[in-house]
Structures are given as structure tokens and as C-alpha cells.
């Protein structure tokens, strides 16, 4: 596996941190959609999505909580200081996480490989960033050759895994270039430990998701967190980039620990924002993805 230099993310909402724990390695799945063994879950969530031929709008219900606390101790991790979002552009299309957020994998694997997306650099070499929150004909291009390749729509409503998988690997394979997904889950959850060991190497995670939540906005006082937070029961991928862990005192004692993920959403535009891991996002698969010559 090649090592990157870590590099860019894009501005976020609030300060957080990270608190690691070792467990076992992670293993390398299958590049054909035969060999995932992948459950018919359809990945659709977004703004709005397509059930049964019903335009819905995003299913999402408000969550929020206010955490005092007399002390936190922060600890995070990323692939770099910005990453690129994209949003859909053509609305006729619907349902469109999936071929989404493998468009953002590609939009930041282009700073690499710039055939990923035709036309168009994601990565501004003057500043050392990503252009941040863009969509334009290139993007929108790569998006929808994507979302041909995985079969959106086709059949179901959404996208299973498997055709994204295999709509994935067609893209990149298409460019003279090869791709792995590791996993960093461990039992249900993200192993902390082997996330940080890809974000070191500059890898993103790919988060296939039943069930997840978007915090929308998070405020650090210094004496509480304020989060805003939506839970979505429709299943969702999105891109996680890096996280950070906060470690909750009061009266000396650690009374609470948050791992918030910061993710390209593919949902409310696109953003940039933090996934809270707990309860509230069951975690199907959570792949480290490389692409490479």
C-alpha cells in the first residue's frame, strides 16, 4: 500500500478530540461484488429520495443535547487539512449517496490521479487545498458515469452494495488504476486503532451506513457542548475523513466519551460536518479505500 503525505479538510463546526484503543487488524475485501456476501440493503438517502416512485424528503428526526462538563481532553486525527465535498447537480437523479460519495473518493484521489476526473483538477497546488465545496460539469460528469456504473435506480430504488462496489471498481480500473477497501470495523463499531493507521496513510473511510445521524452544528462554550443533531433510519454512505474523540470531567471523573466523525455528508448540499458514532449509526461495513497505480 502506498504512503501519502498527509494533507488538506475543509473548515468544520467546533473543536473536539481522541482517546485510541489497539485491537486486531482489518482484512481486505473482495474487489468483485460476488465475493462481498453484501445483504439487499438499498443505500438512498439525501435531501430528498425516491421510495416506490414517492418523492421523500430527507428522513431526518431532531436529536439534540447540551453536555457540562469541568474539564475535556481532546484527541483527533484526519487524512489532512481539507477535503472535498460535492453535491448532486442534476435533481432528475435521485437517491444518489452512493455514486455520491464514490465521486468524492475519486474527487480526492484526483489530487493523485488527475484522469479520475476528467477535465478538471479537485486539488489547487497554490494554496495546497482542495477547492473545498464545488460541483461543475467535470464533477458532475464523473458523478454520473458513476451513477450509470452502480446501477443506481435500476431495478430497486438506491444502490446495494455489491453494484456499488462493482460500479466502483469499473471506474477505477477504467483509468489504468487499481483500488482496495479495508476494514476498520470491529464488532459493529469503528476500531479507532486501525482507522488511525489508514488516516496516517492518507485513506479516507467509506461509511455504508442502515442507520446514521448529522450534526448540523456543534458549539463548545468552554463549560458544554451544544449539538445539533438529525438521526436518519434510511440507509445512507458518506465519506469520513478524520475524527475527533473528546473525553467529558466533571468533579475529576470522566463521565462521558464522544467520537464525533468529520464527513463529506452527501446531504444537506453536500457539506462538510461531524457523524456522531454511537447508537444512532449502525455501521453495515466502515472501509478504508486506496486508489493506486
Known amino acids: ?19 485510541s484503543v489497539v485491537f486486531p487488524m482489518s482484512y481486505t475485501v473482495s474487489a468483485s461484488a460476488a465475493e462481498t456476501g453484501a445483504d439487499e440493503i438499498y443505500y438512498m438517502d439525501e435531501s430528498y429520495y425516491v421510495n416506490d416512485g414517492n418523492i421523500m424528503p430527507m428522513a431526518m428526526v431532531d436529536d439534540d443535547e447540551t453536555i457540562a462538563y469541568d474539564s475535556k481532553v481532546v484527541t483527533e ?25 464514490g465521486t468524492v473518493l475519486l474527487g480526492y484521489y484526483d489530487r493523485w490521479y488527475e484522469s479520475l476526473i476528467p477535465g478538471y483538477n479537485t486539488f489547487n497546488t497554490f494554496i495546497n487545498r482542495y477547492y473545498g465545496f464545488s460541483s461543475n460539469e467535470y464533477i458532475q460528469s464523473a458523478f454520473e458515469r458513476l451513477y450509470t456504473l452502480t446501477k443506481t435506480n435500476v431495478g430497486h430504488d438506491g444502490t446495494t452494495e ?5 460500479g466502483l471498481n469499473e471506474y ?5 488504476l487499481e483500488i482496495s477497501y479495508n476494514s476498520v470495523l470491529q464488532s459493529g463499531t469503528i476500531n479507532l486503532s486501525l482507522m488511525d493507521t489508514y488516516l496516517d496513510r492518507g485513506q479516507p473511510v ?21 449539538i445539533h443533531k ?36 452527501g446531504v444537506f448540499g453536500g457539506e462538510l460536518c461531524y457523524s456522531m458514532l454511537n447508537a444512532d449509526m449502525e455501521l453495515v461495513k466502515a472501509w478504508a479505500i486506496d486508489i493506486y497505480e
Open 230 to 265: 438529525q438521526n436518519s433510519n434510511v440507509a445512507h454512505m458518506m465519506v469520513a475523513y478524520g475524527y475527533e474523540h473528546y473525553s467529558y470531567y466533571r468533579n475529576g471523573v470522566n463521565f462521558r466519551t464522544d467520537t464525533y466523525l468529520k464527513v463529506a455528508s
Open 1 to 19: 500500500m502506498k504512503q501519502r503525505a498527509k494533507i488538506g479538510t475543509f473548515v468544520l463546526l467546533a473543536a473536539l478530540s481522541v482517546f
Open 77 to 101: 486525527n484526519e487524512t489532512g487539512s481539507s477535503f472535498p465535498c460535492f453535491e448532486n447537480g442534476n435533481f432528475s437523479l435521485r437517491n444518489t449517496c452512493a455514486p455520491l460519495a
Open 162 to 166: 455489491a453494484e456499488f462496489v462493482d
Open 172 to 176: 477505477v480500473e477504467a483509468e489504468g
Open 206 to 226: 467509506l461509511l455504508l451506513c442502515k442507520t446514521y445521524n448529522i450534526i448540523s452544528a456543534l458549539v463548545d462554550t468552554g463549560e458544554q457542548v451544544i
